[in-house]
């Protein structure tokens, strides 16, 4: 579990000739026209929701396996929790208890999944990896934030230390769960790394999807998309600079892990070390003579 953040942000600005083709290539995918007005009795049932989700429905995320989009009230977690739009369970311990959030951002949220064959997620009872969130505030400022989940967490891990304050601000937010989760996220893949691998591609996954959902639903390319994270995210926050700056303006890389290339020392290797080792230390610790200072 992190402690106290330490960000730091890094501006790339390269373009990628290859990805920024594929982006524009989806983004002008034309969209469906929006339908005509249902009967009176429907209508009036709805109004408000409707007018400011009209066509949510015909926003598809590009790669998605399977998709569910919602009009709500409110895209904070002040109004997530209540709707079931959120999971407070994945983001507990990773704020101050008295933290005090912004709230009242009502936009669409949009939750799914990509193509996947591991089955460690259960959330929304899918029991499918590589799900993710999308949340398109009904007042965008042109900018996309895009988070990945720190530690094994799941993909509304981030809600409230980071989508609740970008929303707020007008920032279209998306984020993923980085294709395995939770306590034996490292049995998914073949070899030993595979799982830690596919949270790059995972990452990259996400923010083009994300950056083609803006720009189908507002009708432009974000202005600017940055790449944001804590611990196990703050390092796909990195890595993603480093290795697609043409997908990203920016970052902030909260307290991330470090794991340096080749065999160099990592939490791999001397994390499992330092378990196996602490029942003799604490027995150690407890059973030695006492000593007053």
Sequence with gaps: MP???????????RRSAALSALLAAVAAIPLTP????????????????DARCAGMHRLRVPGAQHQVAACLDDLTTAGTVASGHTDP???????????????????????GYFHDTSTFNPTHGWNHDAQ???????????GLVVAGAPGNRR??????????????????????DKGNVDAGFYHDGKRPG??????????TEVTVAAKATV???????????????????????????????????????????????????????????ALREYPKYRLAATSGPTRRC
């Design 215 to 273: 720009a189908r639903r507002y009708g432009r390319q974000p202005r600017r998309t940055y790449a944001m994270g804590i611990s196990n995210g703050g390092q796909l926050v990195r890595w993603a600079l480093e290795n697609h700056p043409e997908l990203y303006d920016g970052g902030v890389d909260s307290e991330g892990t470090y794991w340096p290339p080749g065999k160099r020392r990592n939490a791999l290797t001397y994390l499992p070390v």
């Design 89 to 111: 369970a994945d983001w507990q311990g990773l704020h101050a208890a008295a933290t005090r959030n912004p709230s009242g951002v009502p936009g669409i949220q949009i939750d």
């Design 3 to 13: 402690s106290s953040p330490r960000p730091s942000f890094r501006l790339i600005s």
């Design 132 to 142: 993710f969130v999308i949340r398109l505030p009904e007042k965008w400022n042109g």
């Design 194 to 203: 595979d799982a830690i691998l596919e949270w790059y591609r995972r990452m």
């Design 34 to 49: 929006a339908a005509s007005a249902a009967s009176s009795a429907s209508a009036a049932s709805a109004s408000a929701a």
């Design 155 to 176: 993909q509304y891990a981030n809600d409230f230390t980071i989508s609740d304050y970008v929303l707020a601000k007008g920032y279209a937010y998306a984020s993923t």
